[in-house]
């Protein structure tokens, strides 16, 4: 019985990895095996670094509204328990965005929350 081979396949798969590493420089973008190191690195990083993202956006937008806030004369984490108390329902990318456009609704929300966490 003669030797199995699976041309097909073999041919789909290395296809795929060089298609991913397009635009690699150099061996990474040619050559199968390093193509298959670099692609697997990449998407391992790729992973990885979309819940960086995401923390980096939330710590952005905490520092624009503590900077925001401190302007109105009180501090982030004040703000944040006065607006809670409140019961506005508002997030934390929507208070970055008005703290940096939209300074006389901020300023409306940062009293609503001094109120709540005077009393």
């Known amino acids: 019985m003669p030797r199995m081979t699976n041309a097909v396949g073999r ?4 296809k795929s990895v060089l298609k991913l ?9 040619k050559l199968f095996r390093s193509a298959t190191e670099a692609v697997d690195r990449s998407l391992r990083y790729a992973y990885r670094d979309r819940k960086v993202r995401k923390r980096e956006f939330r710590r952005l937008w905490i520092a624009r509204i503590n900077a925001a806030a401190r302007s109105h004369g009180t501090s982030y984490s004040r703000l944040m328990d006065g607006i809670q108390k409140a019961g506005i329902g508002i997030n934390r990318k929507v208070l970055a965005d008005m703290a940096a ?3 006389e609704g901020f300023a409306k929300i940062v009293e609503k929350a001094k109120e709540k966490t005077a009393s």
């Open 11 to 14: 041919k789909k798969r290395k």
């Open 21 to 29: 590493a397009k635009g690699f420089r150099g061996a990474r973008s």
């Open 101 to 103: 456009s939209d300074a």
